[in-house]
């Protein structure tokens, strides 16, 4: 998280001299000159070009542009361009930064006849060669704070919601050692639109052992956006936030050359082995990209005084390939897929275990571009994902015959689920330009079907009592999700306009049609839907209208401001709709929830505010929010029995209903240059929420704090880096509060705040080569992070592993 203080801040001057004291007398010193010479009577002209990253040809947007040693500058835009009006002739020295690169320079003299262009082409820091780059997008999609590819890699993940909890403002739900769930702001699950390369992505497991990102393993992952705000809406619908995965790019174009990689570690603690390579390269117009990797680990040990281990068993193996076509100068074709089997992996936070995930995908697209002329950019995709997952209940305590209080049934149980979803879907879109105007226009599709089935049967002999089923015989068979199916077709437009002197505007409106059914309910279902409703209509249509406005501004060379609000619409998922009698994943209580098909829409307005500023030796961060939520999905008691045989669900039947929530909070953060080679950086976040609740049984109001706040987080750290970047040494202290705010209703319990330090040491010896070690949790705490879920037979949280020291070692070629 301190690579991005090292690239957005220029050097001290070397020379001793006071630098405010030396920009001043230069600054005069030019002006003096400029004025006497011939050129200044000449007049002025702008300063236009781009800027784009050596190896992939990719924009660069939100790079520093600047004359060297003044205030005269600006920030590139989304397409890596820039403009700098009004620079007087004569020969000009121009610095670009910018976070994760190198920084470059040029001399250009200026023609008082018109405007002149430089393009730069910054590189990328040699030890950030082959990680993952993660943004957070302001509200008018450019990118805020880039963790660059070391950073990811140094953070040693082994599951891509786990990188995550790196942002600020971003946190990740522990249920078991893989699938951590993302949470943004307050908001989880489908209230956070999550796509791989375009491709929208949902969980198979009605437990969400499984999170959308649990498929895509990060060693295959390019680049993650994280938008926290309503503002993604030509991404797809439904995004309240958005969360957007690129797997890795082709090779680019004249680049004939053979590139690869191969990577593995390992972990004590959690003994996690890992060995991943990487393939890719081009023959003419045809393309290529291959990635393989294969992941293993045990249980872990938490930290503090806790004795024993956290069940953490897991085994994971997947392999992604893509092949491209150049069908033009500027047209590429695309055909992309891959395939992952996980399983068994331990769930302590589920009652049951994943026996195992399926999970396979198929793309294809057609994108081309241009830089001159109406039409600019034109891409068309479709897409395929399926995921079936199986669980059942080995190594739980409902398997055996052991008591369990006051247990009825008295004997063993052999509980298994069985669930499957399929996702199709595609996307147009082409984009516009005339003059300070572009305009985005397109339209997406997706259905999600999803089915799910669950068996509970009598399986051991002990007790033998009279009028007892025999063993193997099924006491209870229903369908979780009964083969129910959700689709969305949406279209959407985007106007922007760039304004003189740094200023950009843009708004955004979508239109969304949503259809919802199921196709096999049980017939109890039915009849619970009749007895609290007086129908059994499964059916449902929706029409939702999204929008949102944004303003940036370019205060200076040093400052930017970001200003938003949207309002966003989700439709309810296949859970909260279709339900039976099966455990909530926004609860702590174990206990069993309806479907309510009924459900009315959420809607997010939220208002963001972003300043930015960026000087020799320090940069600077504030993000502040507040958003309602209207119709916020919950729950509430209903006047249902039980009817699960499982001791450990309370004599109480919950129901998905309508409410409201409101939220606000921030992040803040200070980027310090010590030295060339030290820098540091302190950040704080915060979150307060609130959620209404309109009960149908008591008919009393109620408020309390939202589910699953996470609490107060502050981090600071060093960072030392070697000039030539060979080597680096880090340390991090994450100090996090207590969190008293709780939703009672839902059982969640109040969690005590805790302080860890993070250490990793990195090293290139030769070029390709990399070594990287480092400890997390050097002084082996207690950490039990606020969102992580309860296990449900000790109703005690899922812990944090405790130490863990690590070692990889890769070789890029």
């Not at 293993?296 to 992604?320: H, I, M, Q």
């Not at 479907?595 to 009315?600: A, H, V």
């Not at 961060?621 to 009817?643: A, C, M, P, Q, W």
């Not at 939703?743 to 390709?768: K, N």
Request: hydrophobic share 35%.
């Amino acid at each position: 998280m301190f690579n991005e203080a090292r690239n957005r801040i220029r050097r001290r001057p070397n020379d001793g001299s006071h630098p405010a004291q030396m920009r001043s007398f230069r600054a005069l010193a030019a002006a003096i000159l400029l004025a006497a010479s011939p050129a200044a009577a000449f007049g002025q002209a702008a300063v236009t070009g781009r800027v784009l990253e050596s190896e992939t040809g990719n924009p660069i947007p939100n790079a520093s542009v600047h004359f060297h040693q003044t205030a005269q500058g600006t920030l590139t835009g989304p397409g890596g361009e820039y403009s700098i009006p009004e620079v007087p002739a004569g020969e000009h020295t121009i610095e670009v930064h910018a976070l994760g690169y190198r920084t470059a320079t040029r001399t250009l003299t200026i023609s008082p006849s018109g405007a002149s262009g430089i393009d730069f082409e910054l590189d990328v820091r040699p030890i950030e060669l082959g990680g993952i780059q993660v943004s957070v997008l302001m509200p008018d999609l450019q990118p805020h704070v880039d963790l660059a590819s070391r950073e990811i890699r140094e953070s040693n993940p082994k599951d891509s919601g786990q990188l995550l909890r790196n942002l600020a403002g971003v946190d990740a739900v522990r249920r078991g050692p893989l699938g951590l769930d993302p949470v943004v702001r307050g908001l989880r699950e489908t209230e956070i639109g999550t796509y791989l390369d375009g491709a929208r992505l949902f969980p198979a497991g009605p437990a969400r052992m499984d999170s959308p990102l649990t498929h895509l393993d990060p060693s295959s992952v390019e680049s993650i956006e994280v938008v926290t705000g309503p503002y993604a809406l030509t991404w797809g619908a439904g995004n309240l936030s958005a969360i957007r995965v690129v797997s890795a790019n082709l090779p680019r174009r004249g680049d004939e050359t053979l590139h690869g990689s191969f990577a593995t570690g390992y972990d004590t603690n959690i003994e996690a082995s890992e060995v991943a390579g990487t393939l890719a390269g081009r023959r003419g117009p045809i393309s290529l990209w291959t990635h393989g990797v294969w992941r293993n680990g045990s249980d872990y040990e938490p930290g503090g005084p806790v004795l024993g281990t956290v069940p953490g068993d897991f085994r994971s193996s997947a392999g992604r390939g893509k092949i491209g076509v150049d069908v033009g100068d500027n047209s590429l074709l695309t055909f992309s897929g891959g395939y992952q089997d996980q399983g068994p992996v331990d769930y302590p936070g589920r009652l049951l275990t994943a026996d195992f995930f399926h999970a396979s995908n198929l793309a294809a697209g057609f994108e081309t571009t241009r830089n001159e002329g109406l039409l600019r950019s034109l891409e068309i995709s479709a897409y395929y994902n399926a995921v079936s997952h199986g669980m059942h209940n080995e190594g739980k305590p409902t398997r055996n015959s052991v008591p369990m209080g006051s247990r009825m049934p008295p004997f063993g149980l052999d509980i298994r689920v069985d669930s499957e979803i399929q996702v199709r879907g595609g996307r147009a879109a082409f984009e516009l330009a005339r003059g300070p105007w572009t305009a985005s226009i397109g339209g997406d599709v997706y259905s999600a079907v999803r089915d799910a089935r669950r068996t509970i049967a009598r399986l051991t002999e002990e007790p033998a009592m009279m009028a007892m089923p025999p063993v193997g015989m099924v006491l209870f068979d229903n369908r979780l999700w009964p083969d129910a199916t959700i689709t969305d077709v949406g279209l959407y437009g985007r106007l922007a306009r760039n304004l003189a002197s740094g200023i950009r505007l843009t708004g955004t409106l979508r239109l969304d049609r949503v259809s919802a059914d199921a196709a096999s309910p049980d017939s109890e279902f039915l009849e619970f839907l009749q007895r609290v409703d007086g129908s059994d209509e499964l059916a449902r249509t929706e029409t939702n209208v999204s929008a949102a406005t944004t303003a940036s501004f370019v205060l200076n060379a040093n400052w930017a401001l970001s200003v938003g609000l949207g309002s966003a619409v989700r439709t309810a998922d296949a859970t909260e709709r279709y339900s039976d009698h099966l455990s909530a994943t926004k609860s702590q209580t174990a206990a069993e929830f309806m479907g309510n098909p009924g459900l009315r829409p959420e809607r997010s307005t939220q208002a963001d505010i972003w300043l930015e500023g960026s000087y020799a030796q320090v940069g600077y961060h504030l993000n502040l929010f507040g958003r309602r939520v209207s119709d916020y999905i919950t729950f509430e008691r209903t006047e249902e029995d039980k009817r699960l045989p499982l001791p450990i669900f309370p004599p109480v039947v919950y129901r998905y209903v309508n409410g409201n929530a409101n939220f606000f909070g921030g992040e803040a953060d200070i980027r310090l240059g010590l030295t060339n080679t030290l820098t540091g950086e302190i950040g704080t976040s915060y979150l307060w929420g609130e959620q209404t609740l309109f009960p149908a049984v008591s008919g009393a109001e109620v408020t309390e704090p939202a589910f699953g706040l996470a609490p107060i987080t502050n981090h600071a750290g060093l960072r030392y880096e070697d000039v030539a970047g060979m080597y680096f040494l880090e340390g991090t202290a994450n100090l996090v509060a207590g969190q008293s705010r709780v939703a009672a209703t839902l059982q969640e319990l109040e969690t005590d705040g805790y302080t860890t330090i993070d250490l990793r040491a990195g090293i290139a010896p030769v070029r390709g080569i990399n070594l990287r070690v480092g400890v997390d949790n050097l002084f082996d705490e207690e950490v039990i992070n606020h969102l992580n879920s309860k296990n449900p037979y000790s109703g005690a949280q899922i812990p944090e592993p405790g130490r863990v020291l690590y070692v990889d070692v890769s070789y890029v070629f």
